[in-house]
Nanobody, 125 residues
Framework: VQLQASGGGLVQAGGSLTLSCAASGRKFSVYALGWFRQTPEKGREFVAAITWDEGETKYSDSVAGRFTISRDTTTKMVYLRMNSLRRDDTATYYC???????????????????WGQGTLVTVSS
């Protein structure tokens, strides 16, 4: 499984941005796809995840109500719509895939098997 994240950039606080993650692979089979973000201060932290088949979602407390994760199984794309962005959302964002099987949506980086390159989101005041 290969993952390609895109959509990062500079945005003002209160603004919105949508990240995209293109998934590919000859034998594409995953349980969930997730977004993580990383800063030098906080390290890598969970943002959101979605199960591939059912579309069940999970969010961190810090983004719940502001961010929305979605997926398109036809095009093998995963999106992260980020609204009401704050300065502390500034980070490099990574998409990741868990091949499973799992009974719960994973939220630890070690539970994910494949990682894309990061895309930088900078929120200015």
């Amino acid at each position: 499984v290969q993952l390609q994240a895109s959509g990062g950039g500079l945005v003002q606080a209160g603004g919105s941005l949508t990240l995209s993650c293109a998934a590919s692979g000859r034998k594409f089979s995953v349980y969930a796809l997730g977004w993580f973000r990383q800063t030098p201060e906080k390290g890598r932290e969970f943002v959101a995840a979605i199960t591939w088949d059912e579309g069940e979602t999970k969010y961190s407390d810090s983004v719940a109500g502001r961010f929305t994760i979605s997926r398109d199984t036809t095009t093998k794309m995963v999106y992260l719509r980020m609204n009401s962005l704050r300065r502390d959302d500034t980070a490099t964002y990574y998409c990741a895939a868990d091949r499973g099987p799992d009974v719960r949506i994973p939220s630890r980086p070690t539970q994910y098997d494949y990682w894309g390159q990061g895309t930088l989101v900078t929120v200015s005041s």
